[in-house]
């Protein structure tokens, strides 16, 4: 069993900072990318960021210069640092990790459950 817990989603004022954090716990075995997506009222869950076991990096444009994604591959966390923030950024924000469980021979996406993010004007 698998699980990804994130935590850090909370209120904040535009221009502000945020951290998200996501932890993976259970039989990880091998994990590709980590990464973040967002779903806001209304729309369609979009993807923010992800980074590669290797460590490369990559953003919507949307965030770009704003947020940065970060993970700890000894302990599977991934992180994501959000600064400037504005009010079209408020949504559920989600982790994702690409897990290749032991004895599996392909990565199957795992999801957490979700943590709120809100921007006030």
């Known amino acids: 069993q698998v699980q990804l817990v994130e935590s850090g989603g909370d209120w904040v004022q535009a221009g502000g900072s945020l951290r998200l954090s996501c932890a993976a716990s259970?039989?990880?075995?091998?994990?590709?990318?980590m990464g973040w997506y967002r779903q806001a009222p209304g729309k369609q869950r979009e993807w923010v960021a992800h980074?590669?076991?290797?460590?490369?990096?990559r953003y919507a444009d949307s965030v770009k210069g704003r947020f940065t994604i970060s993970r700890d591959n000894g302990k599977n966390t991934v992180a994501l640092q959000m600064s400037s923030l504005k009010p079209e950024d408020t949504a559920v924000y989600y982790c994702?990790?690409?897990?290749?469980?032991?004895?599996?021979?392909?990565?199957?996406?795992?999801w957490g459950q979700g943590t709120q993010v809100t921007v006030s004007s």
């Open positions: 994702n990790a690409q897990i290749r469980r032991p004895a599996q021979l392909r990565y199957t996406d795992y």
């Open positions: 980074v590669s076991s290797g460590g490369t990096t």
């Open positions: 259970g039989t990880t075995g091998s994990v590709n990318n």
